[in-house]
């Protein structure tokens, strides 16, 4: 089984912090995505990337930022967290194929 | 942009109780996949249906593609308590070769009660 594997399942910060959530996938897919889920809102996509280097807005990208130096790895940067970033971030991969594996989440809270 | 309206938004119901969830859009999909995700957990995958009319059985629970590819539901039969859960599906578009991209609903929350 495909496992997908983020640093961290809860996480506090403060306002302006710089916050780097990673993710890491044990197969050689080549789609890794980041999503924030709130109650309400559902899944929004912030970022996706399609290889490595290469990297594409989702619906909400706005003060976030990312990198992919690596297949298997993808990192989603708070440049200056802020309390409205408080939220479930998930990220999933798949190959070229139809199913998302997602991981268990990181729960990040900005007082 | 493409939307997915899911209902209800909340069900709650009896052990041993039949229930449906449904997922409704404008929109023609080439794929809907319907995921549950628990509290504090990512969600896992169900199913991935892809064909219009398409009926896929796992055990309890039934899933069905619109003839038209723009709806679907999920049907469980004689809930359990291990059903609760938050049921999402996502739509594909095919783009170049794939469905990497989905949308999402917003989810329909399921508590069965012993």
């Known amino acids: 089984d495909v496992k997908v594997t983020q640093s961290s399942r809860y996480l506090v910060k403060r306002t302006g912090e710089k916050v780097f959530l990673e993710c890491v996938q044990d197969?050689?897919?080549?789609?890794m995505f980041w999503y924030r889920q709130d109650p309400g809102l559902g899944l929004r996509l912030i970022y996706f990337?399609?290889?490595?280097?290469?990297?594409e807005k989702g619906d909400i990208p706005e003060g976030y930022s990312v990198s992919r130096e690596k297949k298997e790895r993808f990192s989603l940067i708070l440049e200056s967290a802020s309390t409205n970033q408080t939220s479930m971030y998930l990220c999933?991969?798949?190959?070229?194929?139809?199913?998302?594996?997602f991981g268990s989440g990181t729960r990040l809270t900005v007082v | 942009t493409q939307l997915l309206e899911q209902s209800p938004q909340f069900l709650s119901i009896q052990e041993g109780e039949n229930l449906t969830v449904y997922c409704n859009s404008s929109?023609?999909?080439?794929?809907l996949q319907w995921y549950r995700q628990e509290p504090g957990e990512g969600p896992v995958l169900l199913v991935t249906?892809?064909?219009?009319?398409e009926v896929k059985k796992l055990k309890r629970l039934t899933f069905q593609f619109g003839d038209a590819r723009k709806d679907s539901s999920l049907h469980i039969t004689a809930a359990q308590p291990g059903d609760t859960g938050l049921y999402l599906c996502?739509?594909?578009?095919?783009?170049?070769?794939?469905?990497?991209?989905?949308?999402f609903g917003k989810g329909t929350l399921l508590t069965v009660n012993p």
């Open positions: 999933a991969t798949t190959p070229l194929d139809y199913g998302y594996t």
């Open positions: 197969m050689d897919h080549e789609n």
């Open positions: 990337s399609y290889d490595v280097k290469m990297k």
């Open positions: 929109s023609v999909f080439s794929s």
């Open positions: 249906v892809v064909t219009g009319g």
């Open positions: 996502a739509g594909g578009v095919s783009s170049g070769g794939s469905n990497y991209k989905l949308t």
